[in-house]
């Protein structure tokens, strides 16, 4: 759940450092001892303390995990039904070992990355479409490029 105090979070994001950053954050063990963390987590730690600290909720989860149809279906904000379309005309890979269809969260989490680049390449088209139509009133020398969305961006959304 969204933590109550989300501001105090910013702290601890700026704590955790980038990864310009020439020594990685570490955790105190018991005995006292130093454990750098490894950068993958690091990544990972910052991402969840980043989310947290917009006030999002979060899941962690393995990627292999399997879902049933409802919760991928809420996972892609989309009914079960909808869910089911896009199985059954294979845009999602899935097992059904029994009745009842499964699907893997990477490749659901694959899926929705595929559409957000999809529904940008999209979006870069029609501008480029508008701009050969005369409908923007730029200077002939500026070039305009939407910043594409990053990984990161991807697995917080």
């Known amino acids: 759940m969204p ?41 990972v730690l910052r991402e969840v303390v980043q989310a947290l ?12 995990t399997v879902l049933s149809t409802s919760e991928a279906a809420d996972l892609l904000g989309v009914s079960r039904p909808t869910l089911v379309r896009l199985l059954e005309a294979g845009e999602i890979p899935y097992e059904q070992p029994a009745r009842h269809r499964r699907v893997r969260l990477d490749d659901l989490l694959a899926y929705q990355q595929r559409m957000r680049r999809a529904r940008a390449a999209g979006l870069d088209e029609m501008v480029r479409e508008a701009e050969d139509a005369g ?18 961006q991807d697995r917080r959304r």
């Open 3 to 43: 933590p109550e105090q989300p501001q105090r979070l910013r702290e601890l994001l700026g704590a955790l450092g980038t990864k310009q950053h020439r020594r990685s954050p570490a955790l105190i063990a018991p005995d006292g001892t130093d454990i750098e963390l490894p950068e993958e987590l690091l990544e």
């Open 53 to 64: 600290s917009d006030g999002l909720a979060i899941t962690v989860a393995p990627t292999h």
């Open 135 to 152: 409908l923007y009133d730029l200077p002939e020398d500026a070039t305009v490029e939407r910043s594409p969305v990053s990984d990161d």
